[in-house]
């Protein structure tokens, strides 16, 4: 499958970016692996990057992706290798997995994901499951998916401290479920190993705790290579004990954009960028791209209408918004068909398995593509642009891809070091 071909406005520092990132290649490499020795990696991990041309930055790390269905099929067997290494570094004797998905049994491209993601453990040689924790499911049902394929939903079982499903007692539990609604009772206090802990949950994770840990990362990386981190960082604060619909903690928000504001104009006065500068302002927890708008100032946040007031205050299973990440808002000048477009980078374990364009139709450069009407365009992760000595430079083409994997890890080894935090019971302060 070709790489999409992507209409991509590069210009002023980014090129130098990737040259860096490029050149710096065995140095980044060698950096990561020390980090890697020094800090557990999450299983698996999705990460969204905006490329605004001027600066490339993520904007949302997921640790329980949820669209392997996505992916380019080529790249399948990267997948099968890195699950191989995922779960033999957790635990070596497992054989047997109970998988346990969202409860979206009616949205069947997710199950494409479930689908998918099953099959990749399988050709890993683990014998898997899936264990639904809907109480309607009481029997193994089967499901038709649009692509031809079928699943099997099955009720977990809990005997004592283990989960299962009929005849089935596997050696661990991978959950593809983010815990948004707060962690069940059935998964609580198992001897099983359960991955990802359950500590990664929306019940108890927050967006800004993530970003004050990558703001580490991206600092140390930064010096490692010598450039600014702003250009691989976004901006953020955080704002709690609001209600949108009852205009409470606006206050917060409202300061916490003009200061993120005042800060990019100067950026942007810098490097020289003439778009004006936006805020996104976004639920501290969840997914699924709800709870989310772009603001120009904090005047906007009292000018909300009663529709954009109730769209902000509730996210996934109707819960109720009270804490949020006001966040730098990133420009993407990729667009695929003259659609705006932004990658979205899969990892398992340590590695960079592949990823997708999010590409809407109907949304701007400064919006959250992860809406409804979207779509996905599988992309391929070309060679980097590294030569012999007999090749010219000239003759190679420039490698953002390579550029997007190292932002992505980034993300990834920041979400280590939240893990750690949270499992520590402290807190990673904010820089």
């Known amino acids: 499958m070709p790489v999409p071909h992507l209409s991509t406005a590069l210009r002023g520092p980014i090129l130098d970016l990737e040259k860096r990132i490029i050149n710096a290649m065995p140095t980044i490499e060698h950096w990561f692996r020390k980090k890697w020795r020094e800090h557990t990696v999450p299983f698996y991990c999705s990460v969204d990057l905006r490329n605004s041309g001027f600066k490339l930055a993520p904007v949302d790390t997921n640790l329980f992706p949820g669209g392997f269905n996505n992916l380019n099929p080529e790249f399948i067997p990267l997948c099968v290798q890195a699950m191989m290494s995922a779960i033999e570094k957790i635990c070596p004797d497992t054989h047997s997995v ?4 969202e409860n979206h049994t009616r949205n069947t491209f997710y199950l494409q994901n479930i689908a998918t993601l099953k099959n990749i ?10 264990g639904t924790l809907l109480p309607e499911i009481t029997s193994a049902t089967q499901i038709d998916l649009p692509n031809g394929q079928t699943i099997t939903l099955e009720p977990v079982v809990r005997k004592n401290d283990r989960l299962g499903v009929k005849d089935f007692e596997p050696c661990a539990v991978l959950l593809n479920n983010d815990l948004s609604n707060g962690i069940p009772d059935m998964l609580q206090n198992l001897s099983q190993i359960v991955i990802p802990p359950l500590h990664a949950g929306w019940s108890t994770r927050r967006k800004s705790l993530h970003f004050a840990a990558y703001d580490r990362v ?6 490692l290579i010598g450039i600014d981190p702003w250009l691989i960082n976004p901006r953020f604060s955080s704002c709690g004990e609001i209600n ?10 409202a300061s916490a954009i003009d200061r993120i504001i005042s800060v990019i104009k100067k950026k942007y006065q810098q490097y020289d960028v003439k778009e004006d500068p936006f805020v996104i302002v976004k639920a501290d927890s969840g997914t699924y791209g709800m709870g989310i708008m772009t603001v120009k100032s904090g005047e906007d946040i009292y000018n909300l209408n009663r529709k954009q007031r109730n769209k902000m205050a509730v996210v996934k299973e109707g819960l109720q918004v009270s804490n949020v990440l006001v966040q730098e808002g990133v420009y993407t000048f990729e667009s695929i068909n003259e659609a705006v477009a932004e ?21 701007g ?13 599988p992309l391929a992760f070309e060679t980097p642009c590294v030569v012999p000595q007999n090749v010219t430079q000239t003759e190679c083409i420039p490698n953002r891809f390579y550029a997007y994997g190292v932002v992505a890890r980034l993300a990834l080894l920041a979400a280590a070091l939240e893990l750690e935090q949270a499992h520590s019971g402290t807190q990673v302060a904010s820089v």
């Open 343 to 363: 990658p979205v980078i899969y990892m398992i374990d340590r590695y960079v398995i592949g990823g997708f364009y999010r590409v809407h139709t109907g949304r």
């Open 121 to 130: 453990m399988e050709y890993a040689g683990l014998n898997v499951r899936i």
């Open 365 to 377: 450069i400064d919006e959250n593509l992860n809406a409804p009407g979207m779509h996905f365009v």
């Open 218 to 223: 991206a600092q140390e990386f930064a010096d």
């Open 244 to 253: 949108f619909r009852e205009k409470q903690g606006e206050e917060c928000v």
């Open 98 to 101: 109970l998988l346990i998905p």
